[in-house]
């Protein structure tokens, strides 16, 4: 009689083996948000940051700081101010005459001497033209990870490291990305992302001033002439309270004077998704998504968008969304505050005169 083999015991599955930070790496404390500011006026984005910012110092039982780089002035107390104000604990600030226009190479040095000096372990910034140079820069400089243009932040506890959630391959899809083996973790953020938080005009901090130690003379690029952008003419979507937006389901570009009627009633602005914009119905100043504008409007009312990630990371955090789609399974139905399944070029004329008839009751009984 032959005996049958017994078969060797199934090996376990590996655990996944957890992650321990380097001795080096938990010398780096604290969340840094770096205040962008130009010709005396702070970018809002900033102040997303803080409240961003303050959400991941509190879980990370670390304080909040804030990055000032400016001219020598009472602005740069100004700044620090309503940098407290917004949540962070104290301010790092660097005040020469160098600062007083941006330029690449000096706000590099500041801000990469500061991050050696006081080690931070996350250091965010507003993905705005500003900020994407000088994140970029900064991290080649420090050789740390940089991940751009984040819909999301948050912390992995196992690990103590930023999640940092951004769209990939094309914004079809959304990852999250760590930085495990190097500090700071550094991230940008586009403007109207994060909710902007509650100002508290009571809150202080302290005040860590710190020298540039650099000389105008060893500064290669020169600021020869300020000319402010003219902005006037353009749409300014990313701070529109109601926006209209169209996408390719408005089927031609004669049907979009149905999303400019509805927005002039509302004294809205006008959307479009990208393929719209790629068919040249409309300029690419429009253009909400990934690509495009982030906007955070109180309204946002989506004629003949289907919903794909692309244009979604640009518009979700809206207040209230109405989609108006003839595909009952369009993926905008599933995190829109209202949804109507019909023809756009019919449903659009009927809101319209609601609109218009609401509007001029109002105006009477006022």
């Not at 991290?139 to 196992?158: F, R, S, V």
């Not at 400019?260 to 909400?288: F, I, N, T």
Request: neutral net charge; glycine residues 8%; aromatic residues 6%.
């Amino acid at each position: 009689m032959t005996q049958a083999a017994t078969p060797p015991p199934a090996k376990k599955p590996a655990g996944r083996k957890k992650f321990e930070l380097d001795e080096r790496l938990l010398a780096y404390k604290g969340v840094w948000v770096f205040i962008e500011a130009e010709r005396g006026v702070v970018h809002p984005v900033s102040w997303e940051l803080l409240g961003e910012g303050r959400k991941l110092a509190d879980k990370l039982g670390v304080e909040l700081a804030g990055v000032v780089m400016t001219a020598p002035g009472e602005q740069a107390k100004q700044y620090c101010a309503e940098a407290f104000q917004y949540g962070a604990d104290l301010c790092y600030l660097i005040e020469d005459p160098i600062l007083n226009n941006y330029r690449n190479e000096p706000f590099t040095k500041g801000l990469t001497d500061l991050v050696n000096t006081f080690q931070p372990e996350i250091l965010l910034l507003g993905a705005t033209t500003l900020g994407r140079d000088l994140a970029g820069s900064v991290a080649t400089t420090l050789q740390t990870g940089l991940t751009a243009d984040c819909t999301e932040l948050n912390i992995d506890m196992e690990n103590r490291s930023l999640a940092a959630t951004r769209p990939t391959f094309g914004g079809s899809l959304l990852c999250t990305i760590v930085t495990l083996n190097y500090r700071p973790q550094m991230a940008t953020v586009r403007p109207r992302v994060m909710q902007l938080p509650a100002r508290d005009a009571q809150r202080t901090g302290r005040i860590v001033p710190h020298a540039l130690g650099m000389i105008e003379t060893s500064i290669i690029t020169k600021v020869l002439e300020y000319i402010p952008d003219n902005l006037t003419d353009k749409p300014q979507l990313p701070f529109a309270d109601i926006i209209v937006a169209g996408g390719r389901g408005m089927k031609r570009k004669e049907n979009f004077d149905l999303i400019w009627d509805l927005a002039k009633v509302l004294g809205a602005e006008v959307g479009a998704s990208r393929p719209v914009v790629q068919a040249g119905w409309l300029d690419l100043e429009r253009q909400v998504g990934q690509s495009g504008k982030t906007v955070r409007p109180k309204l946002y009312i989506a004629a003949g968008i289907s919903g794909a990630i692309q244009h979604r990371v640009g518009m979700e955090a809206s207040d209230v969304i109405i989609a108006i789609n003839e595909d009952p399974n369009a993926p905008i139905f599933d995190f829109a505050t209202y949804g109507i399944v019909g023809n756009a070029m019919q449903i659009l004329p009927a809101l319209t005169e609601v609109f218009r008839q609401q509007i001029a009751t109002a105006k009477l009984a006022g």
